[in-house]
């Protein structure tokens, strides 16, 4: 088994910012702000976010911000509550939270707020329970969750639970480790895990696990390292991580590094790309590998980044 | 005859690029699927499609299309991605500077948001602002023939794009915008259902797509799910693997159950027995999959939740009273027939005649962790069964899970002590 790449994948990270000439990646900036957290979250645990100019990247992040408060995924698109997340998620990592008109986003986050208790993504209505997860995590983090209906947007992410004790986008839909991560995340923050049947989500997500070692997000599908850390954030959580294999899974995600030019697949053999690199580090970190910062399973940020959010260093 | 288009080179202007493209696209509103295509391929798929009166094709062309299939050269999709970006960021950006109220239809603005955003959603098929910008200019008509113009363009984003999460959101947005506003709300959802199935053919497992066709369920008539019900067996006996379609059962039985139960009071003991004869039916077709397709998890996850639901159910109803005593007799003897059936079940899957046969191996996994999960989720209802809760005792079930599926020994550990 190899080791993890630290250096190749630091350079990988900054090397992805520079690309401007392939198809591929210029029509996914529209998601440039996530690609921003998953890219520097990564650089922060790998302990290398010092190559990172902090001033050029929050006044990018301020040029995002909208008059309502949210933010875009790139400069001159328009707002979304899973790009507000990633600024204020970006932002605590360089402990620049106090850039932020705090009244303003939050105001606009708590604005998305349903009767019934959801979130809806922005202003055109979708609704999802990512939407909840985001809501709650981000107004932890500028310590205004006083600003919504916890008891109700609890009691939605419940109606939204399956039989088999996981838990799907809206009341009926199928359960999926991303969404798991989600409602499990949310309620953690909001001291509701009591909820949940642990033992009948835990056997769920470690049934996730798959001859290989890795982890897949649904029955029947292939092995992908981003579950890495959707089921296993999870799986820590309500406090059920002893039943996988850690290091059958931690051999999984190093086989799934490209060893020459750095970053992480989703399976070995795969294209490398920043969202796999960063669920592989960030699983790897869940998994106590060495050399690693510690990542929290619930605000997915450093746990040295969440302790100064809440005990003030 | 047949129409053909194409004949720009990489070289060519990205303004004029992306003024061809928009026009193939506004002279063939029929086009049914778009690729991105290496342009090697033109000269095969011309080939291949050909007919004598053909004219003979260019040597770099950009763009192919032809029976409404609309092929685009990868050579020149980033200067049409920036062209189209740059023009559709223009336009939305005038039209939000002047403000939908000051904007007349006709001037021109609209359609230059409209024709633009397509063409960008049609190469960067998750550009939300892209999918914005046309909510915004739609709501405003409140036109049906235009709403149902969204569901088209959501349909060529999809035909090369299946898991565009925005694509399967914008179709949501039009529903729930001429819910109430149209007759023919059931006949859409007729369509969107089979949108998702021709889509789910060829993306399997498609979480988007399936996500989409659970939420319509809510949306239907009691006729409409019964129908579905029927149409999606068939899909699913075919792909036993698709988890997605057999949770979409669940939500449709689950729906016919909830139904029931809010109509309880007046409904005679013959709805209940038409959802006993659904599930009873469901069980039994399981099992014979279970027994064709060795080592199925998606036909085994299914089953827990036909059994538990079952329990809960109908051995409830045991001690219902409003149960006429007839009825609750054979109920309460099939519970015990149902234990046993489950029992044999799992003694014909157990056994692994070779232990080189992975999918044997498997098929005793699931279904020894389908019988322990299933005592788990019914413990209530098995204590009060002597008979069969002796011959459930955790310890076989854990000696066979042991051999079979040593790996999750920390599981079995902790669940059965």
């Known amino acids: 088994m190899g080791e993890l790449a630290t250096e190749k994948h630091v350079q990988y990270i900054l090397s992805v910012e520079k690309r401007k000439d392939d198809f591929i990646s210029v029509a996914m900036e529209y998601l440039r702000m996530n690609g921003a957290y998953w890219g520097l979250t990564t650089l922060d645990l790998l302990g290398k976010l010092d190559a990172i100019d902090v001033d050029e ?21 328009d707002p979304h509550i899973l790009y507000t997340l990633s600024a204020v998620q970006v932002l605590a990592l360089f402990d620049k939270l106090n850039v932020l008109d705090v009244e303003k986003v939050t105001n606009y986050i708590a604005g998305l707020q349903n009767e019934d208790g959801s979130f809806s993504g922005d202003e055109w209505g979708e609704v999802d329970t990512r939407f909840s997860y985001i ?48 409602c499990v995340g949310a309620l953690a923050i909001t001291g509701s895990l009591h909820h949940i049947d642990k033992d009948l989500l835990g056997w769920w997500l470690c049934e996730r696990q798959v001859k290989a070692g890795g982890l897949n997000g649904r029955p029947e599908k292939l092995p992908d390292v981003c579950y890495s850390w959707w089921v296993l954030s999870s ?22 590094q490209d060893t020459e030019n750095g970053g992480i697949s989703d399976r070995p053999d795969d294209a490398v790309d920043v969202y796999h690199t960063y669920f592989g580090v960030a699983g790897l970190s869940l998994l106590e590998y060495p050399g690693l910062k510690a990542i929290d399973p619930a605000y997915a940020l450093p746990v040295d980044v969440v302790n100064k959010i809440f005990f003030g260093r | 005859m047949k129409k053909k288009e194409g004949s720009s080179y990489p070289e060519s202007k ?62 020149v999709l980033l200067p049409l991605y920036n062209a189209a970006k740059l023009a559709f960021m223009a336009a939305i950006g005038e039209y939000k500077r002047l403000g939908p109220d000051v904007v007349v239809s006709g001037d021109g603005l609209e359609s230059e948001v409209m024709k633009h955003s397509r063409a960008l959603l049609l190469l960067s098929p998750d550009f939300g602002t ?14 049906l023939s235009i709403f149902m113009d969204e569901l088209l363009l959501s349909e060529l984003v999809l035909s090369y794009s299946p898991k565009s999460d925005h694509a399967w959101s914008h179709r949501r947005w039009v529903i729930k915008s001429v819910t109430g506003k149209c007759s023919t709300l059931q006949e859409i959802l007729r369509k969107e259902s089979e949108l998702v199935e021709k ?32 149409k999606s067996k068939n899909w699913a006996g075919l792909h036993v693997a698709d988890n997605c379609c057999f949770h979409y059962r669940r939500q449709l039985m689950l729906r016919i159950l909830k139904d029931s139960s809010c109509k309880q009071e007046n409904a005679s003991a013959g709805y ?15 099992e014979t999959l279970i027994k064709q397709y060795i080592g199925r998890e998606a036909l085994w996850l299914h089953r827990r939740f036909l059994s538990l639901c079952w329990m809960k159910q109908f051995v409830t109803d045991v001690n219902d009273v409003s149960c006429n005593s007839e009825q609750k007799i054979s109920i309460s003897n099939d519970f015990g027939f149902f234990i046993s059936n489950e029992l044999q079940l799992l003694h014909s899957c157990s056994s692994v005649p070779n232990s080189d046969f992975d999918d044997f191996k498997a098929q005793a996994t699931f279904s020894a962790s389908y019988m322990l999960w299933l005592t788990k989720q019914s413990s209530e209802f098995l204590s009060k069964d002597s008979e069969h809760q002796e011959k459930l005792t955790a310890g076989n079930l854990k000696t066979l899970l042991s051999k079979v599926c040593p790996e999750r020994s920390s599981l079995w550990d902790s669940l059965m002590g």
């Open chain 2, 130 to 143: 892209a999918w914005n910008s046309r909510k915004l200019i739609v709501s405003k008509k409140q036109d």
């Open chain 1, 235 to 256: 799986l820590i959580m309500i406090d059920r991580v002893h039943w996988i294999s850690k290091e059958k899974l931690v051999k999984f995600i190093l086989d799934c």
């Open chain 2, 14 to 75: 990205p303004v004029d690029l992306l003024h061809q493209f928009e026009h193939i696209l506004e002279a063939d509103p029929l086009i049914d699927e778009v690729g991105f295509i290496h342009p090697s391929q033109f000269a095969k798929l011309t080939e291949e499609a050909d007919d004598a009166t053909d004219i003979p094709t260019s040597e770099c062309p950009s763009f192919w299309n032809r029976d409404h299939k609309f092929g685009v050269s990868t050579l």
């Open chain 1, 135 to 182: 809501a709650i995590c981000c107004l932890s983090i500028l310590h205004h969750l006083n600003k919504i209906n916890v008891e109700k947007a609890v009691s939605y992410i419940v109606s939204c639970k399956n039989l088999d004790g996981g838990f799907g986008c809206t009341p009926g839909g199928e359960s999926h480790a991303g969404q798991i991560f989600c």
């Open chain 2, 199 to 230: 889509i789910a053919e060829r993306s399997k497992m498609n979480y988007r797509a399936w996500n989409h066709r659970c939420w319509l369920v809510s949306y239907m008539t009691r006729e409409r799910v019964l129908q579905e019900l029927k």
């Open chain 2, 272 to 286: 209940a027995i038409e959802i006993y004869k659904l599930w009873k039916e469901e069980l039994h077709w399981n």
């Open chain 1, 57 to 77: 990247v929050v006044s990018w992040i301020m040029k995002c911000q909208h008059e309502s408060g949210g933010f875009g995924g790139n400069i001159g698109h």
